[in-house]
């Protein structure tokens, strides 16, 4: 799967995500009045609007953009209404020929990763079917549980060609309380970024790995550490813009090859 988001990024010219992280107090008002006007001031009503807002930016953006981020939480507080216009988002970027990447964060145990990873980027079987639910292309995992949390997804991108970028240092203010403490002389987020490595190997896909990372952009510093340490994975780098994170910041989170 790696392969087909360098694709992208190469005919495009365009190493970029575009978030869909879509608040309601964001959507244009007109947006929100035709959605209230049919289903109400309700979870359906929120979630036309956010739904609609979507398709707008993905129908403007689709032509210049190789891939998509849509962030689950914004959809999950509007309930079942809400994940449903997750759903036909995905789909529709899909549609569109871009590359999505689920900001899901999940990680947990065994059993339950592996119903985050086949839920979000594999199959699911009922009976003697099985179906792609919400069928991302790449998903965040957070690995804070450590490889029993990690390896199912592992297993999914194997089987389905799929990827996953797994939390390294994130973009948070906060992030070094833990992120940043040392284990005998080494941070926490350096030998988060060994298991990346070694989770890599298990998931090559020409040059790169499947197995990608986050670091934030708001930390170019550790960056270009991470960089230097990780040069067969793809980095995820959000924080730039409003949260601090400057273009020229981003310039150490680029190997050689401009990818």
Same mark, same amino acid.
């Given at each position: 799967?790696?392969?087909?988001?360098?694709?992208?990024?190469?005919?495009?010219?365009?190493?970029?995500?575009?978030?869909?992280?879509?608040?309601?107090?964001?959507?244009?008002?007109?947006?929100?009045?035709?959605?209230? &006007?049919?289903? %109400? &001031?309700?979870?359906?009503?929120? @979630? +036309?609007?956010?739904? $609609?807002?979507?398709?707008?930016?993905?129908?403007?953006?689709?032509?210049? =953009?190789?891939?998509?981020?849509?962030?689950?939480?914004?959809?999950?507080?509007?309930?079942?209404?809400?994940?449903?216009?997750?759903?036909?988002?995905?789909?529709?970027?899909?549609?569109?020929?871009?590359?999505?990447?689920?900001?899901?964060?999940?990680?947990?145990?065994?059993?339950? /990763?592996?119903?985050?990873?086949?839920?979000?980027?594999? #199959?699911?079987?009922?009976?003697?079917? /099985?179906?792609?639910?919400?069928?991302?292309?790449?998903?965040?995992?957070?690995?804070?549980?450590? !490889?029993?949390?990690?390896?199912?997804?592992?297993?999914?991108? #194997?089987?389905?060609?799929?990827?996953?970028?797994?939390?390294?240092?994130?973009?948070?203010? /906060?992030?070094? +309380?833990?992120?940043? $403490?040392?284990?005998?002389?080494?941070?926490?987020?350096?030998?988060? %970024?060994?298991?990346? @490595?070694?989770?890599? +190997? +298990?998931?090559?896909?020409?040059?790169? !790995?499947?197995? %990608?990372?986050?670091?934030? @952009?708001?930390?170019?510093?550790? %960056?270009? =550490?991470?960089? $230097?340490?990780?040069?067969?994975?793809?980095?995820?780098?959000?924080?730039?813009?409003? $949260?601090?994170?400057?273009?020229?910041?981003?310039?150490?989170?680029?190997?050689?090859?401009?990818?």
């Amino acid at each position: 799967m790696i392969q087909k988001l360098i694709e992208e990024i190469t005919k495009k010219n365009a190493p970029v995500v575009v978030g869909l992280d879509p608040m309601l107090s964001y959507v244009p008002k007109q947006i929100q009045k035709a959605a209230f &006007e049919e289903f %109400g &001031e309700t979870l359906e009503g929120a @979630a +036309e609007a956010i739904w $609609q807002f979507n398709k707008g930016i993905v129908d403007a953006a689709c032509d210049l =953009i190789p891939a998509v981020k849509p962030q689950i939480a914004m959809y999950e507080q509007f309930g079942i209404p809400g994940m449903v216009a997750f759903q036909k988002t995905v789909a529709y970027c899909k549609e569109k020929g871009l590359i999505v990447i689920a900001d899901i964060k999940r990680g947990d145990i065994g059993s339950t /990763s592996a119903a985050y990873a086949v839920g979000h980027l594999g #199959k699911v079987t009922v009976g003697s079917k /099985s179906y792609a639910v919400f069928d991302e292309d790449f998903a965040t995992v957070n690995p804070y549980l450590g !490889s029993d949390g990690v390896k199912p997804f592992l297993e999914v991108c #194997k089987e389905q060609d799929k990827g996953i970028f797994v939390l390294i240092k994130t973009s948070n203010p /906060s992030s070094g +309380e833990f992120q940043d $403490q040392k284990v005998d002389g080494v941070p926490l987020y350096e030998l988060v %970024g060994r298991k990346v @490595a070694a989770w890599g +190997e +298990e998931c090559m896909d020409g040059d790169y !790995s499947n197995v %990608g990372c986050v670091i934030g @952009a708001t930390y170019p510093e550790m %960056g270009k =550490i991470m960089r $230097q340490k990780l040069p067969k994975s793809y980095i995820l780098v959000p924080g730039y813009g409003a $949260q601090g994170g400057t273009a020229k910041d981003l310039a150490v989170y680029f190997n050689e090859d401009g990818l």
